[in-house]
């Protein structure tokens, strides 16, 4: 059974908190993707990658990076966490090109206080 | 540039009603891929269909319906006969096929069936 695996379905972070966001899938597919989930705002793109070390900014990328050392897994990092950050955090992954089904982990959700 | 809007962002209908998701979309390729999504209170995004430019014809899937206008750039979804367990979020999105950019999400329609 395909997966995307998110690490932590729950997190409450403070202010100013180095936080870190992992995905892993099983499925070796080369594309991968952090979306932000806002009430009214939809799925917003933060960054993808389509090959290890390789990192694409999405729609919204201030206040994030990324890191891709393998090609199972994909991280989302806020360096320095503020409370504008509380969301929900989606990570996908789809075999090379974007015309086929994306699958998307469970999801993480942020507090930050 | 790519663009999905769900004008409808909140729907909310009873039990054995049936309901019709309208999604419209942008896109300056002539070829391009449509997908449905559908988010349930769990949480992660469930594939419901896809569709490619070329192919107009209407699918039926159960209690499940796509209809794919492009002289309207539209892609509704309809469901017959509707269930609780079809309350969910519902995403439609695009991806065009010609580069290779993300899919776009339209923000959303939060469909509510009441017993």
């Known amino acids: 059974d395909v997966k995307v695996t998110q690490s932590s379905r729950y997190l409450v972070k403070r202010t100013g908190e180095k936080v870190f966001l992992e995905c892993v899938q099983d499925?070796?597919?080369?594309?991968m993707f952090w979306y932000r989930q806002d009430p009214g705002l939809g799925l917003r793109l933060i960054y993808f990658?389509?090959?290890?070390?390789?990192?694409e900014k999405g729609d919204i990328p201030e206040g994030y990076s990324v890191s891709r050392e393998k090609k199972e897994r994909f991280s989302l990092i806020l360096e320095s966490a503020s409370t504008n950050q509380t969301s929900m955090y989606l990570c996908?992954?789809?075999?090379?090109?974007?015309?086929?089904?994306?699958?998307f982990g469970e999801g993480s959700r942020l507090t930050v206080l | 540039a790519q663009k999905v809007t769900q004008a409808q962002t909140e729907i909310s209908v009873v039990e054995k009603e049936d309901v019709t998701l309208d999604c419209v979309y942008e896109t300056r390729d002539t070829t391009y891929y449509l997908f449905w999504y559908k988010q349930p209170p769990s949480g992660e995004l469930v594939f419901l269909i896809r569709r490619n430019s070329f192919d107009e014809q209407n699918e039926i899937s159960g209690r499940y319906s796509w209809n794919f206008q492009k002289s309207t750039s539209s892609f509704n979804f309809t469901i017959t006969a509707s269930q609780v367990v079809d309350s969910a979020v519902y995403f439609c999105a695009l991806s065009e096929a010609g580069g290779n950019t993300p899919l776009v999400f339209g923000k959303g329609t939060r469909l509510s069936v009441i017993a």
């Open positions: 499925m070796d597919h080369e594309n």
């Open positions: 990658s389509y090959d290890v070390k390789m990192k």
């Open positions: 996908a992954s789809i075999v090379g090109g974007n015309t086929g089904e994306l699958f």
